[in-house]
């Protein structure tokens, strides 16, 4: 079975206002609300990939069922502890720009907390667990260490997408897979990662330190897959943007299901970024058709073959 984890969920509220002004009333000209926060994401790509998983977390309030109520009428199982506040609401303005305001999480009480270490206890060999999101402020930033620790002895492959100190000290429990943005890699280390070629050190030596697939992602740049064998190089498809929220989150969700699929790593990296353009280029997220087409056109070549002038 996969798990996602969101720690805080939210309800993202999409907004379009033509020219946003700051200091102003501003007003849009289009909306939508979505269950958001990304292992709920992760859930909801993998269902447009067709597999079933199950989100866990905390949820809290009116937002809250509004978030477990959008899951289920996509058929998306749900297993959340409740929490005594509201699960945040998380706005996204499309204009010139995108612009993100993210809020704070419900408080969690060591309780709930013990009520989640109980279902990761109960994880068995060959399920997928997925950590993805910020940590909220008021928990421990060593959480996901501590999760990944108590996953990985019940013999899960655990897959982590964060940031910051969270991120720093996880990787100390080896996560099986881990997806960091370029910024999150080069914070990781204390450099400013601007090209591809910089990045490659950093994942090699996450690789060492026993992480089996680091999968660097450069937005529009293309991605990399870094393994123990081999180093690949993935050139996204071009396209027109609409709403990069979820895109990563789409990358993750992609390289399970190829994972699940038995696909090489060489077509996991191709499927991934396939599903992180499509839903790029879409105003939601990804579909299973737009991806597999992608996936066929996207060119993956092993690291030592790039040609770094002409291909970046
Ligand atoms: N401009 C783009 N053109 C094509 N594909 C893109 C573009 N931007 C993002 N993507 C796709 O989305 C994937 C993830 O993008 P990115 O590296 O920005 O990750 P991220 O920062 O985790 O994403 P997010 O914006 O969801 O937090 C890329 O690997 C790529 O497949
Ligand atoms: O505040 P976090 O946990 O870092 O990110 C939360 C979030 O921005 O990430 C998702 C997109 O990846 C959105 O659905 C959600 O609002």
């Known amino acids: 079975m996969i798990y996602t984890v969101t720690l805080n969920p939210a309800v993202d509220y999409f907004l379009e206002i033509d020219e946003l002004t700051l200091g102003q009333v501003n007003r849009s000209i289009g909306e939508r609300k979505a269950p958001g926060g990304k292992g709920i994401n992760v859930s909801r790509v993998l269902k447009r990939l067709g597999y079933s998983s199950e989100a866990l977390g905390f949820v809290g309030g009116f937002t809250g069922r509004f978030i477990e109520d959008a899951l289920h009428d996509e058929a998306i199982q749900t297993n959340f502890i409740k929490v005594n506040g509201d699960s945040r609401i998380n706005v996204k303005v499309h204009s010139e720009e995108e612009t993100e305001l993210n809020g704070t999480s419900p408080e969690i009480s060591k309780e709930q907390l013990q009520q989640l270490e109980s279902q990761l206890k109960k994880l068995t060999e060959g399920d997928v667990l997925v950590l993805a999101g910020s940590v909220p ?3 421990s930033v060593c959480l996901y260490q501590d999760m990944i620790s108590i996953a990985r002895k019940q013999g899960a492959f655990v897959c982590l997408d964060t940031s910051g100190e969270p991120l720093d000290k996880a ?4 996560p099986s897979f ?6 999150e890699l080069g914070e990781m280390y204390g450099v400013d990662i601007k090209e591809v070629q910089q990045a490659i050190p950093y994942a090699k030596d996450l690789v060492g330190k026993g992480i089996d697939y680091v999968l660097v992602s450069f937005a529009g740049e293309g991605a990399f897959l870094a393994t123990k064998e081999e180093m690949y190089f993935a050139t996204p ?6 709403n990069s929220v979820g895109a990563g989150d789409s990358t ?6 190829a994972m699940q699929e ?6 996991a990296l191709s499927f991934s970024v396939a599903a992180g353009s499509a839903t790029a280029f879409s105003k939601s997220f990804c579909e299973r058709k737009e991806v597999e087409e992608f996936s066929q056109t996207i060119d993956v070549k092993k690291w030592e073959e790039v040609n770094v002038d002409e291909n970046l």
């Open 137 to 139: 402020t008021t928990l």
């Open 171 to 174: 990787i100390q429990a080896r």
């Open 178 to 183: 881990i997806k960091p943005n370029h910024h």
């Open 237 to 242: 498809p071009r396209g027109i943007v609409q």
């Open 252 to 257: 993750v969700a992609g390289f399970i299901a």
């Open 262 to 267: 038995g696909k090489t790593d060489r077509e």
